[in-house]
Structure formats: C-alpha cells, structure tokens
Nanobody
Framework: ALQLVESGGGSVQVGGSLRVSCRAS????????MGWFRQAPGKEREGVAS???????SYADSVKGRFTISRDNAQNTLYLQMNSLKPEDTAMYYC????????????????????WGQGTQVTVSS
C-alpha cells in the first residue's frame, strides 16, 4: 500500500515561510492525485491544495497566491511551500493521495482520498 510520511513542520513568525514535505513509499506519486489538508484545533479538517497526475493544481481560496503545491517525482515526494504565513494557518498539515486517471477529487470531498499521512504541525505566531 501507499505510505505517506510528512515532515518539515515547525514554528514560524507571521509573514514567514515554511515548506512541508510528504515522502511516499510503495507507489509512485506521479501516478496519483496528491493533496494537502489541514486541521486547526477545534475545527474540521479542510482541503488546502491538490495536484493531479498531469500537474494541474487546485487551491483553497484562503491560500491562493501564498501556497504552492509541487511534486518531485525523482524523490517521490510532495511539497507545500507556504509563504506570507498568517496565524490562521496554524494547524496540523496532512498529505493524502488517491489514484485517479483524470482530475483530482474536489478538495472538499476528503473521503475520496484513500491514503493519509500522520501529519506535521505548523504554528504561526505573531
């Protein structure tokens, strides 16, 4: 089965940048739809960004222009570059994957993502 392990979380000040990674094993990430989700304390988990096997990307409105999802097929790793971070970006960030021949599922349909990592914490402080 596809296994996902996130890393790169940490603490950063408002306006700073951070890149989180998700290393996959078992299958090639290039063949999968990959996504980033996050869950803040007391809130439901929400979709952040996704990238399909054709490198088409989708972003939540709250992160458009600040976050970039990318994939390094040689390293079998998914990334989320986060710039201009805000306190409301504080959350546990999870990567997820699902096999799709076409576009990724809507970011709001989390149940369509079959594989999940354990998460990495991102904290933005003022």
């Amino acid at each position: 089965a596809l296994q996902l392990v996130e890393s790169g979380g940490g603490s950063v000040q408002v306006g700073g940048s951070l890149r989180v990674s998700c290393r996959a094993s078992g299958y090639l990430v290039s063949a999968y739809c990959m996504g980033w989700f996050r869950q803040a304390p007391g809130k439901e988990r929400e979709g952040v960004a996704s990238i399909d096997r054709y490198d088409r990307t989708s972003y939540a409105d709250s992160v458009k222009g600040r976050f970039t999802i990318s994939r390094d097929n040689a390293q079998n790793t998914l990334y989320l570059q986060m710039n201009s971070l805000k306190p409301e970006d504080t959350a546990m960030y999870y990567c997820a994957a699902v096999w799709r021949s076409g576009s990724c599922p809507n970011l709001g349909v989390q149940a369509d993502f079959a594989y999940w990592g354990q998460g990495t914490q991102v904290t933005v402080s003022s």
